[in-house]
């Protein structure tokens, strides 16, 4: 019996040892009412008692170019019109050990206007390269030894009869022949600088 209560007092002991200092249950809690306090101290104390993830430093594999590493992330560098900030991500990419970028090559954004036309007249009328920007993520990528997974995507509204409001601003195109000619492109433009393709996002 007497083995019983000295252990019971040592738990207890080992538990308020545990709490750290505060004024009341409220302030270690952040509740107002008891039985929100109580499971708030409950859940404070297991989670300082159960076991910790292992965060020690590893060493980053040396991926040779082509082998699949492990880690990449998502990347939006079209949105961004500066290139010095999309080289300045592509480095912090690089420095956070990512080796890969999945980045959008919307097709609403290379093929504009109509079938076969990659000038972009929507802020300058006479136009600039609709592949300028691609090119230039495309070469960042290449200077900061990142592959790309190229994702290709979001038809242009002259793909469809219907307005986007009735089709879906997201909907596959009225032919997939044009689709594939703007695949075509894309590919045989970044031949040997591109390897990975996804088509579509989340089909």
Not at 10 to 16: D, G, P, R, S
Request: net charge negative; aromatic share 12%.
């Amino acid at each position: 019996m007497w083995q019983k209560i000295v252990l019971t007092t040592a738990v207890c002991l080992l538990l308020i040892g545990l709490i750290p200092p505060a004024t009341n249950l409220s302030d270690l809690t952040g509740e107002d009412e008891l039985p929100a306090q109580l499971r708030g101290t409950m859940q404070w104390l297991y989670a300082s008692v159960r076991p910790q993830p292992n965060l020690a430093h590893t060493a980053v594999e040396n991926h040779g170019r082509g082998a699949v590493a492990a880690q990449g992330v998502n990347s939006f560098l079209e949105d961004e019109a500066l290139p010095e900030v999309r080289e300045q991500s592509l480095q912090y990419a690089y420095n956070a050990g990512f080796r890969f970028i999945r980045q959008q090559f919307r097709w609403e954004d290379i093929e504009i206007h109509g079938k076969g036309d990659f000038v972009d007249r929507r802020n300058i009328p006479e136009g600039v390269s609709a592949w300028e920007k691609y090119d230039n993520i495309v070469d960042l990528a290449e200077q900061n030894d990142i592959e790309i997974i190229a994702r290709l995507d979001k038809p242009p509204a002259w793909s469809r009869a219907l307005p986007p409001e009735e089709a879906g601003f997201f909907a596959p195109p009225d032919d997939f022949n044009d689709f594939g000619d703007f695949v075509t492109a894309v590919a045989e433009r970044y031949k040997g600088r591109i390897t990975y393709y996804q088509i579509w996002n989340e089909p």
